[in-house]
């Protein structure tokens, strides 16, 4: 089982809690670190990048870092590879690849995926991770968003085939093995990587 944790400062009571965090993320063999801070003014993200990626280096170089953010400052800051939302367009997931393959040897290029069609077509044009997602039912500040399940989330692994699809959306200790089960090749939280419960999963 792979794991890929994001980021999400506000859960974290200062800057240097969450430097922490990452490093014990990097220490506890966690394969992917995503920096989602989207509401950072570029500078800011910049600094935060540049912070986070020494953190992890720190520890080793298992640790994949990709940046929800422009391919610039992923490159600047010494990141792996970008994140990108569902609706982005595939021409901006091919020039982003195609911009990083000059820099680096292996980039990774992440994309967010809610529908069978958008995993497809991340696979098409480039993506090298699928996060699908809600695979469970989760609890927003606006309402109740349903998860569409393991027998979907089993459809979009075999429709991204050969990309790797993680499984994203209310996974917990508990359900983190039936996703895998299901054909992800691992798990994406935020929540679940901002405790140590998913140590327990190692």
Same mark, same amino acid.
């Given at each position: 089982m792979?794991?890929?944790?994001? @980021?999400?400062?506000r $859960?974290f009571?200062s800057? !240097?809690?969450?430097?922490?965090? +990452?490093?014990?993320?990097?220490?506890?063999?966690?394969?992917?670190?995503?920096?989602r801070e #989207?509401d $950072?003014p570029f500078?800011?993200?910049?600094?935060?990048?540049?912070?986070l990626?020494?953190?992890?280096?720190?520890?080793g170089?298992?640790?994949r870092?990709? =940046?929800?953010?422009?391919?610039e400052?992923a490159?600047?800051t &010494?990141c792996?590879?970008?994140?990108?939302?569902?609706?982005?367009? +595939?021409?901006?997931? /091919?020039?982003?690849?195609?911009?990083m393959?000059?820099?680096l040897?292996?980039?990774?290029?992440?994309?967010?995926?809610?529908?069978?069609?958008?995993? #497809?077509?991340?696979?098409?044009? %480039?993506? @090298?991770?699928?996060?699908?997602?809600?695979v469970? !039912? #989760?609890? =927003?500040?606006?309402?109740?968003l349903?998860?569409? &399940?393991?027998? @979907?989330?089993?459809e979009?692994?075999?429709?991204?085939?050969?990309m790797?699809?993680?499984?994203?959306?209310?996974? @917990?200790?508990?359900?983190? #093995?039936d996703?895998? !089960? /299901?054909?992800?090749?691992?798990?994406?939280?935020?929540r679940?990587?901002?405790s140590?419960?998913w140590? %327990?999963?190692?």
């Amino acid at each position: 089982m792979q794991f890929y944790a994001i @980021t999400n400062r506000r $859960l974290f009571p200062s800057r !240097e809690a969450l430097l922490e965090q +990452v490093a014990l993320w990097a220490e506890g063999r966690v394969d992917y670190v995503q920096i989602r801070e #989207k509401d $950072l003014p570029f500078d800011e993200l910049a600094t935060l990048a540049t912070q986070l990626v020494r953190a992890v280096r720190a520890v080793g170089r298992h640790t994949r870092i990709l =940046l929800n953010g422009p391919v610039e400052i992923a490159l600047a800051t &010494g990141c792996d590879g970008v994140h990108f939302p569902s609706d982005l367009s +595939v021409d901006a997931i /091919a020039l982003a690849g195609a911009a990083m393959r000059e820099v680096l040897a292996d980039p990774m290029i992440s994309v967010s995926c809610h529908t069978i069609v958008e995993v #497809k077509r991340a696979r098409d044009h %480039g993506a @090298t991770l699928g996060l699908f997602a809600p695979v469970f !039912e #989760k609890r =927003l500040d606006t309402g109740i968003l349903p998860g569409q &399940g393991l027998a @979907t989330l089993a459809e979009a692994c075999r429709a991204g085939s050969p990309m790797s699809v993680f499984a994203l959306g209310g996974i @917990t200790v508990a359900n983190a #093995k039936d996703c895998v !089960e /299901a054909g992800a090749i691992g798990i994406a939280a935020i929540r679940l990587f901002a405790s140590r419960d998913w140590l %327990g999963l190692r």
